[in-house]
């Protein structure tokens, strides 16, 4: 069974500039999550999915990210403009549905730098 | 506000040694508390742990709850190099109407370098 597949890995940005990352769940899972993870710390959830509808986004700093999931299968992650206390790795995990934590499957995350 | 805290923040020991990673944790409403562990990619799941006093094991990795106290520990006996890792503690909140949050509010992590 294939995992959860992020892109880029890897990006390196300057301060005010954009960036985008995707993210394609395990197949047939209904629950989407993106959780922030900066250096140190443990991950921050952002945003969480159900299907293409947004369950909480209680934490996710409106005025410069955004984030959707159309389908109900893919999703972006959208920065505009960055700032140096963006730099952490973007983790997209997902579940079948809203049910037990052990469910949760993560993706190997992208690291983002901002410069 | 809803906390999880671990501790220590890291550690350093040799192979052979017995470690004891602690998870203290502020929840409303409780569902489970989980450990995982992270080796600079995606966190694997270790253990999902609901009642209390119950131990579960795999290997040398054993965790326990205590719901009275609100605290976790992961014991990891005779270590070796390759538990070197980040190992992160979870609490998943349940909703006021006691329904399923299925998110995840972790602690700041525990990072294990276990020496040759």
């Known amino acids: 069974e294939a995992g959860v597949a992020q892109s880029p890995r890897y990006k390196i940005i300057e301060k005010r500039q954009s960036v985008a990352f995707w993210c394609n769940p395990i197949?047939?899972?209904?629950?989407l999550y993106w959780y922030q993870q900066i250096l140190g710390q443990g991950p921050k959830l952002l945003i969480q999915?159900?299907?293409?509808?947004?369950?909480?986004d209680s934490q996710l700093p409106k005025d410069r990210f955004s984030a959707e999931r159309l389908k109900g299968v893919d999703s972006t992650l959208k920065i505009q403009p960055a700032k140096l206390e963006d730099s952490a790795v973007y983790l997209c995990?997902?579940?079948?549905?809203?049910?037990?934590?052990?469910?949760?499957?993560f993706g190997e995350g992208s690291w983002l730098t901002v410069v | 506000e809803d906390k999880v805290v671990q501790s220590p923040l890291s550690l350093v020991v040799h192979e052979g040694d017995t470690v004891t990673l602690n998870c203290s944790y502020e929840?409303?409403?409780?569902?489970?508390l989980l450990w995982y562990k992270q080796e600079k990619k995606a966190p694997t799941f270790l253990f999902m742990l609901?009642?209390?006093?119950i131990e579960k094991k795999s290997g040398r990795l054993s965790s326990i709850l205590d719901k009275k106290e609100l605290f976790s520990i992961l014991n990891i006996t005779a270590t070796q190099t390759g538990d070197s890792a980040v190992y992160l503690c979870?609490?998943?909140?349940?909703?006021?109407?006691?329904?399923?949050?299925?998110?995840?509010?972790f602690g700041q992590g525990t990072t294990l370098q276990v020496k040759p």
């Open positions: 995990a997902s579940s079948p549905r809203l049910i037990s934590g052990n469910t949760i499957y």
């Open positions: 197949s047939g899972h209904a629950t």
């Open positions: 999915f159900q299907n293409n509808g947004v369950v909480d």
């Open positions: 929840v409303t409403n409780f569902r489970s």
């Open positions: 609901t009642s209390s006093g």
């Open positions: 979870a609490v998943e909140p349940l909703n006021p109407g006691s329904s399923n949050t299925g998110k995840l509010i």
